[in-house]
Structure formats: structure tokens, C-alpha cells
């Protein structure tokens, strides 16, 4: 049967040739002068020169209007879009590392036009606690085919989504380690819901590992050639772990490992809080964070990835408003800007993505890991910690009634007004377990961590005391008073104002320090 594209023209070439029709201008040409392209076409080798063109990305032929053009590149419709943008204001075309979304407008600009048309606006929009706590917007048992919530392990019910940085061997594409994680979990699921169902007979549509890999330059270079961000779309509860689980199983069986370069970073779904809430979590977490940064590897407090909280505790008795709040989280003064890569993201608690695209809290303390059990009990702890001072937000907001709740928090000891001498108070270790709640298998975890850590041959012999060196007070948090108790104040090197303490380890440990 002849081919569609042959001539019913009676005369034939010379050499007996089947003449075939291009698809594009209708000539005749020789079969050998014709050429494929992925659009379905067969074009004659002047029409594929004006008329096609490959895509940079995935090599594909397709007609020229039907490609996208950046960069002296041409992309087709899939791959400009999984790579670039048009801007919502000049709509020009630019890489999606330089898109600047406006949560507000639902807009992405380029960064030109971001400066004139978005990025001011911090008026985040506040959910209900239940609508957080029972939603299913992210992985949920009916979307996800899994058997239901549970939450023997991971109590919260917040949302929480992970980045896994790690490096590898090089041995395998990150096709094959994307295909690997997909199908481990699809696997499971499969476990669950569908016992009598066969992998061939699982819809190519119920791909639900919900997991990206995302190329980082940052973890990469020196020895460590190979890396990748594996980013886990939020899940919650127990559900959570067992999504860790298989994640780390798999990059351990693919040939991952964890070099200095690497962090392991928590983002929890914080939704319903406003100022008040914001203003309670951030003030409670300076209070904790020399603790933290006890249970981690020293680099952690000594890089510039995860700095600490840059405020002192006086500077949270001057937010009455939303407005406040952002100034005072911006350093005082430096104007709110989504960009990206804005030197507020580079700290161990992170709101600046929550105010620009609301992808929540992002806890940025956390060293390299493909240990579940160190992604459970942090899990466990940030969970715990979020949701109580979402209800202490509430509880202060309303005491009183006075919009400048915060200082309703009150202390044993003035200083002034301004609470000055109050720059760096740090909470009792026993005081921070009860306050938040804390599960006693994750107290005896992180007592356990806490001895990990300074035992390491690599952790310098003062990193302990190091993590407290401009703590001012040691405290205590009443819950029922609603009031902090100085129960020490340490020495100064120095009597004069901001100076950093002179610190023993006999001055700390039995507030500090995990009883075993």
C-alpha cells in the first residue's frame, strides 16, 4: 500500500525513485530528502532550515511557532516551561532562578519589574487552625493512596515538607535516582490499597512519591563532584517518617553520602499564624536557640547558611502590628523584598519564603543527613514547638486585650523600660521540655545528640560553650503566669554594655546540659 506522502504522478525520476510530498511547501522530493520532526511532519531540507528548529533542552525538531525563544535558545512549549517564565508585566522571557512571584497578585515578574509592580506586599493571608490542621492540600490518604493519617510518632498535625541535600558517586543519572525514589514509594502504596494489583496494572497517573530532585550547585565542587536537593512535598504524621525512610534507604543504595557542604532543612506549614503568633515563635526560638545549635555539628553555628536569629530579645517588646513585625524581622529598616536569594533566607530560622510565596517556616539548623531517625525527632521537636506557640500567640494576643501584648510578658527583674538588659536570655533545658512539651523519647534523643556532638573528634573542645557565649540570664518560662523567672545571671568579662560573657562550663551546664 503506498505511503501517504507518495505521488500519484505517473512519471517516475531516473533512478526510479519514489517521490514523496513535503508536508510544509507540497514539493516533490526524493524519500532520502526528507526529515522527521517530532511534530509529526516530513519536511524537504529547505523548509526544515526556515521553518524548525531543535529545542535546546530535549533536542526535539519542532516548527518554529510552535518554539519559545531565550537566550539565543530555542525551547519547546514543555521544556520553556519547566525552565522559564514570560513576566506578568513587560512579558519578556526569563529563567525561572530570576522569577519573583508575588503571593498577593498571584504574579511572577522578572526582577526589573518586580522592583516597580510587586514584592512590597507582606499582607499575608491568615487560614484557620482547623483549616490547617485537617486539609488535605498537599499528600492526603485519598490523594496519595495511602492507608490514613496517624500520628503515633510525629504528634502535630501541621504539614511539614523536606529538603534532603546529598552528594553522590556519580554511578548513577539522576533519571535513575529520581525513577528509583518514585517507584519505591509507589511500591508502598501499592502494599496498601492495592493488594491484588499488580505493578503493570498501576496507573501511570498515581505517581505519588511527590518528590523532586533539583540540581544545587552549593554542594557540589572539590571532591564531591555529584550532588543533588531532593525536595519532599509536604506530608504530615507518620505518614512522614516512612516517606524519610524510603527516601534515605534509596540515596544509600544509589551511592549518596553527606560532605560539609550539605543541610537538612524543615519547612512546617504555618499558615494560620499571624504577627502575634510570628512575634511569640520567633521570641521563643531565640530563647531555645543556643540549645539548638548545641545539637548539631559545630559548622552549623559557625557558617553563613544558618546564622542565628540577628535580633535581641528587647527588640520583640516593640512589635504591635504586622508592620512592626516585618521591620523588626528585616533588621529594622531594610525594606521587605521577595528575592529569592535575600540575605534573611540564610538564617536557622527562616520566615523570609513564608512572607514572600508562603511556603511556611523553614528551619535551616539542621547539618547534612540521610539518618531518619535524626529527620523523626527534629520533626517531633519543631512540630511540638510550632503548635504551642501558635496557642501562646493566642493566649498573649488576647491577655488583657491590648495590641502590645508582647509586653504582657513580664520578668522578675527590670531593666528599664527598654528591657535592655535583657539581650540574650536563654532558656532552661528542663524549662524548654516542659514549655513545648517535648515527648521524652525526643528529651533522650538530643541528650544522647548533645554527648554525640562533643565527643566528636571533629567538634572543638569549647563548641559547647561557644553555643552560649552571649547569653545574658538563664531562664525560666511560668506558663500559667505568662511570665519569665530569672533563676541565674551570668558574668561578664567586661562590666560594660554588649560585651560577650566570660563563660565556664560550670556556669551552664546544669541548665544546659541533657541529664542523662
Not at 539565543?72 to 526569563?94: I, L, V
Not at 508582647?406 to 528591657?419: C, H, K, L, P, V
Amino acid at each position: 500500500m503506498p505511503n501517504q506522502h507518495e505521488t500519484e504522478t505517473t512519471h517516475e525520476n531516473a533512478e526510479n525513485e519514489i517521490l514523496l510530498q513535503c508536508d510544509d511547501c507540497g514539493d516533490e522530493v526524493r524519500e532520502d530528502d526528507l526529515t522527521g520532526t517530532d511534530c509529526g511532519n516530513e519536511v524537504c531540507d529547505d523548509c526544515y532550515d526556515n521553518n524548525y528548529c531543535e529545542c535546546y533542552v530535549c533536542n526535539g525538531v519542532m516548527n518554529n511557532d510552535e518554539m519559545h525563544y531565550y537566550n539565543g535558545d530555542y525551547y519547546c512549549e514543555d521544556c520553556f516551561y519547566d525552565n522559564c517564565f514570560h513576566c506578568a508585566s513587560c512579558g519578556e522571557a526569563e529563567h525561572l532562578d530570576y522569577s519573583q512571584y508575588d503571593e498577593n497578585s498571584g504574579d511572577t515578574y522578572c526582577e526589573g519589574c518586580y522592583d516597580e509592580y510587586g514584592g512590597e506586599q507582606y499582607d499575608w493571608n491568615v487560614f484557620s487552625n482547623e483549616y490547617v490542621q485537617v486539609n488535605d492540600d498537599f499528600a492526603s490518604p485519598t490523594k496519595n493512596l495511602y492507608k490514613s493519617d496517624t500520628y503515633d510518632l510525629i504528634p502535630s498535625r501541621r504539614y511539614q515538607g523536606i529538603e534532603v541535600e546529598a552528594n553522590h558517586n556519580g554511578d548513577y543519572s539522576r533519571d535513575d535516582i529520581a525513577g528509583a525514589i518514585a517507584s519505591r514509594i509507589d511500591d508502598t502504596r501499592l502494599e496498601q490499597m492495592f493488594d491484588e494489583v499488580s505493578q503493570a496494572e498501576f496507573p501511570d497517573w498515581y505517581k505519588i512519591s511527590g518528590i523532586q530532585v533539583v540540581s544545587d550547585g552549593s554542594i557540589t565542587g572539590g571532591d564531591d563532584n555529584y550532588g543533588y536537593e531532593y525536595v519532599m512535598t509536604p506530608r504530615r504524621g507518620d505518614q512522614l517518617y516512612t516517606d524519610m525512610c524510603l527516601l534515605t534507604d534509596t540515596l544509600v543504595d544509589y551511592g549518596h553520602y553527606i560532605s560539609r557542604k550539605c543541610g537538612y532543612h524543615l519547612h512546617i506549614d504555618i499558615r494560620d499564624y499571624d504577627y502575634y503568633h510570628l512575634t511569640c515563635l520567633m521570641a521563643m526560638v531565640k530563647l531555645i536557640e543556643p540549645h539548638i545549635y548545641s545539637w548539631v555539628p559545630q559548622s552549623r553555628l559557625t557558617g553563613n547558611w544558618c546564622r542565628p536569629i540577628s535580633q535581641n530579645w528587647y527588640d520583640f517588646f516593640g512589635i504591635h502590628d504586622r508592620d512592626d513585625f516585618i521591620e523588626i524581622y528585616y533588621d529594622n529598616g531594610n525594606k521587605f523584598r521577595y528575592e529569592k536569594y535575600h540575605d534573611k533566607r540564610y538564617h536557622g530560622f527562616n520566615l523570609h519564603s513564608h512572607f514572600g510565596s508562603n511556603q511556611g517556616l523553614e528551619l535551616r539548623y539542621h547539618g547534612g543527613t540521610l539518618n531518619p531517625t535524626k529527620m523523626l525527632h527534629w520533626s517531633i521537636l519543631w512540630g511540638q514547638i510550632v503548635d504551642k506557640c501558635y496557642e501562646l500567640g493566642n493566649e498573649v494576643r488576647s491577655y488583657n486585650d491590648r495590641r502590645d501584648f508582647f509586653n504582657n510578658i513580664t520578668f522578675n527583674e527590670r531593666y528599664g523600660d527598654d528591657n535592655k538588659g535583657f539581650r540574650n536570655p536563654t532558656m532552661d533545658i528542663q524549662s524548654l521540655f516542659e514549655t513545648f512539651d517535648i515527648p521524652q523519647k525526643t528529651k533522650d534523643y538530643y541528650g544522647m545528640r548533645q554527648k554525640e556532638i562533643e565527643n566528636n573528634p571533629n567538634t572543638s573542645p569549647t563548641h559547647f560553650i561557644d553555643c552560649f557565649a552571649k547569653t545574658s540570664h538563664i531562664v525560666e518560662f511560668d506558663k500559667a503566669t505568662m511570665s519569665f523567672n530569672t533563676v541565674k545571671k551570668l558574668p561578664h568579662r567586661v562590666g560594660s554594655y554588649g560585651t560577650l560573657q566570660e563563660l565556664t562550663y560550670d556556669d551552664i551546664s546544669s541548665h544546659f546540659e541533657i541529664a542523662s
